[in-house]
């Protein structure tokens, strides 16, 4: 009776996690943080392990930018430039300055 009780309760666990482990589990990038608030150019970036909080402070600084969602499970952070009318050139160049960053791992705009 004991075994059968186990065999139930272990096949609802796994049939419980094949059901929600993969929202779990699996996120994309485009998933990550709120949605961009319309106007705005958002960014999504990936830090170094060692970057310091002071480095991101200052790197987001000096070109115009707040954290505005994360870190993610996955260490992404959305990042919104200052400017509500920023022209596409001028967030191309700032997507630029932060990909060649040695501390930036990663950094993407943000798909609406």
């Not at 949605?35 to 402070?57: K, Y």
Request: hydrophobic content about 45%; aromatic content about 4%; proline content about 7%.
């Amino acid at each position: 009776m004991r075994r059968l009780a186990a065999i139930v309760l272990l096949a609802a666990a796994i049939t419980w996690q094949a059901s929600v482990a993969p929202s779990l589990l699996y996120q994309t990038l485009s998933d990550a943080g709120s949605s961009p608030e319309p106007g705005r150019v958002h960014l999504q970036v990936v830090f170094a392990d060692d970057i310091t909080e002071r480095e991101i402070r200052t790197l987001l600084g000096s070109i115009g930018a707040t954290i505005v969602a994360g870190p993610s499970p996955m260490a992404v952070y959305t990042v919104a430039l200052a400017d509500d009318r920023e022209a596409p050139a001028q967030a191309q160049e700032r997507l630029a300055l932060l990909r060649t960053h040695p501390k930036v791992r990663l950094a993407e705009a943000k798909q609406p």
